[in-house]
């Protein structure tokens, strides 16, 4: 769709720093902001809480403000850095240390943060789980890992398959009433004994800090493993991209579970030091507003599905909320339709900014900076000190508005630097010197990047990655299934819905019965968001020769467009 580009404002946004970010750039100038930078000591954890929490006319400013349906509650940056003090000592006093895992497995909640900068603390590596996932999810997770601590719920401890999980030696219990012993510990119990003093583990840039795990389009979740080194993008983007300012009120509604909560919504405010609002419980348009509206927020980082379901919920729940304190919006996640865009302008007065990266790249690369023309439709362009192209399947750089593989040059600050004991796959993701995303999009004249799809079987479904993999193993499972082939279906709300086609056993009849309890089959055992909508029952699952499910098939039957070459297809 061609649309007029939205011009920036001026005037809200601090464009002079950008501009001057732009001008003869090099990483080094950004590494001056930190205080490694003179002391030597570095620890994402100190930079992001302590280092606010040393100064007088910071240490009682709120940096987070939690909110949930139950529960409301605010700390400040010495609470916090008291708190993560204390947990780093419970964590010590068990045993955990330096390049240990410790996943985090829990809904968000003030407990949640503080053990996340516990575990930085004591330099071990924190792998934060989404609360939504079921035991297969968190088994693939933790025995991949050889994670040796669990930070958990009580509710939640059901879907934790202990016995097949011989490295975990200890489970942290946050709630009431847990019953302590020597594998469970009960945080509350333990964190009132434990001092608020703690000398940090100092570590080096390239020391671990997170793994996230991720879908591809084969094989189970692959760990993702960032490093301290990555806060100095996750800074330098708070600042040119998020444009966070002194006084801000910062609110990224994305799940710690996912690298957006982690890297946008823990560690580029709090490195910049301002009030984070943090909201548990479920979406609705009324609370999303409300929270604005409450908050004063003035600066949201959210998500296209997010942003649609506000567009349709309509004027009249609009109008009953006070929008008036944001100042800057920005998108992630998925394709940001033009249309939300004009609906910003029109309903909210503001621009939305998309952003693209991946959980791969650790931060942002391609954006719409508030100094910049927004294209409606286009991701934006590279941030400084990044450069990105298109280029084909040998690495090749290619022309304006030609399609090929979205690639970053090797060597930004935040890229992961490892994909956990698995160097082959890490390999695969570099070709010619370039990170090749999976992503197919083309550039313009001007240099702004145009998202087109992906280039493998990766489904993106309200902004979530989920591998067809993962849902076909699951669906397997089922004593009815006797093959399945996953793909991602387009979808106006959701961008793509999960779409299964299976082959049935022996003995087995299509009923709508047995279709939905297939269904809640792969959303107990997986999770939720990895449940297909839709399930068709097929005679057979085209595959190739040598066994892989083509499911390039599956959707071109379902789009109903032509199938291309298929002569790799078993007779
Ligand atoms: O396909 C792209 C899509 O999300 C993928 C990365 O997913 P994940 O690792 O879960 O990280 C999401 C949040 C950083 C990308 O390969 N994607 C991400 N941002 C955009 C996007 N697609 C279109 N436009 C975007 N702005």
Redesign the pocket.
């Known amino acids: 769709m061609d649309m007029q580009p939205i011009p920036a404002r001026e005037g809200k946004h601090n464009l002079k720093d950008y501009h001057n970010a732009r001008k003869n750039f090099d990483w080094e100038q950004v590494k001056r902001k930190f205080s490694w930078y003179e002391t030597g000591k570095v620890n994402a954890a100190y930079e992001t809480i302590d280092r606010h929490a040393e100064n007088p006319s910071k240490k009682n400013q709120v940096a987070l403000s939690y909110s949930a349906p139950d529960r409301e509650e605010e700390l400040t940056f010495e609470q916090l850095k008291n708190q993560s003090n204390q947990f780093a000592n419970v964590l010590k006093k068990h045993g955990i240390e330096k390049g240990d895992r410790v996943f985090l497995f829990m809904p968000r909640s003030p407990e949640f943060y503080a053990s996340f900068f516990g575990v930085l603390k004591v330099g071990a590596i924190a792998g934060p789980l989404f609360e939504a996932f079921m035991e297969q999810a968190v088994r693939d997770r933790l025995q991949d890992s050889e994670a040796t601590m669990l930070i958990t719920t009580p509710d939640l401890l059901y879907r934790v398959p202990q016995e097949d999980l011989p490295d975990l030696k200890k489970i942290v219990l946050v709630g009431d009433k847990v019953e302590a012993s020597e594998r469970y510990i009960d945080y509350f119990a333990e964190m009132k004994q434990a001092s608020e003093d703690f000398a940090i583990e100092w570590v080096d840039l390239e020391d671990g800090m997170i793994l996230h795990y991720?879908s591809g389009s084969t094989g189970k979740p692959k760990g993702v493993y960032h490093v301290h080194n990555a806060m100095i993008q996750h800074y330098a983007t708070g600042e040119w991209v998020l444009d966070l300012q002194e006084n801000d009120i910062y609110w990224c509604t994305a799940d710690p579970g996912?690298?957006?909560g982690t890297s946008y919504g823990i560690f580029a405010p709090w490195l910049h030091g301002v009030t984070n609002v943090i909201r548990g419980g479920r979406f609705t348009p009324e609370s999303w507003y409300g929270t604005v509206d409450k908050y004063n927020v003035t600066v949201w980082y959210t998500a296209p599905t997010a942003l649609r379901k506000l567009v349709s919920a309509g004027e009249d729940v609009a109008n009953q909320f006070d929008m008036s304190s944001l100042r800057h919006l920005l998108?992630?996640?998925?394709?940001?339709n033009p249309e939300v865009i004009t609906w910003g302008v029109k309903a909210l007065d503001l621009r939305i900014h998309?952003?693209?990266?991946?959980?791969?790249?650790g931060a942002m690369l391609i954006c719409n900076y508030p100094t910049m023309d927004i294209r409606p439709g286009s991701?934006g362009k590279p941030i400084p000190g990044v450069e990105a192209s298109i280029v084909d399947n040998e690495g090749n750089e290619l022309p304006p508005y030609q399609m090929g593989n979205l690639a970053i040059k090797k060597g930004w600050p935040s890229m992961m630097r490892a994909i956990w004991k698995n160097p082959g796959k890490y390999d695969s993701y570099f070709v010619n010197g370039w990170y090749v995303?999976?992503?197919s999009a083309y550039k313009d004249e001007d240099g702004y990047f145009w998202?087109q799809g992906?280039l493998d079987d990766?489904i993106?479904t309200s902004?979530?990655?989920v591998g067809p993999f993962e849902v076909e193993s699951k669906l397997i499972e089922h004593e009815a299934v006797a093959e399945a082939g996953v793909i991602g279906k387009p979808d106006p709300e959701r961008g793509e819905i999960i779409k299964a086609f299976i082959t049935l056993n022996e003995g087995y009849e299509a009923t709508d019965e047995l279709l939905e309890d297939i269904r809640v089959f792969v959303k107990t055992g997986l999770s939720a968001h990895a449940a297909p909508r839709e399930i068709e029952i097929k005679d057979t699952i085209p595959k190739t020769r040598s066994g892989k499910i083509m499911r390039r098939l599956l959707k071109s039957w379902e789009l109903g467009l032509p199938t291309g070459d298929t002569s790799t297809l078993e007779e």
């Open positions: 991720t996912w690298v957006t998108s992630v996640g998925e394709p940001l998309d952003t693209w990266w991946m959980t791969e790249t991701m995303s999976g992503d998202f992906r990766v993106n902004g979530e990655r």
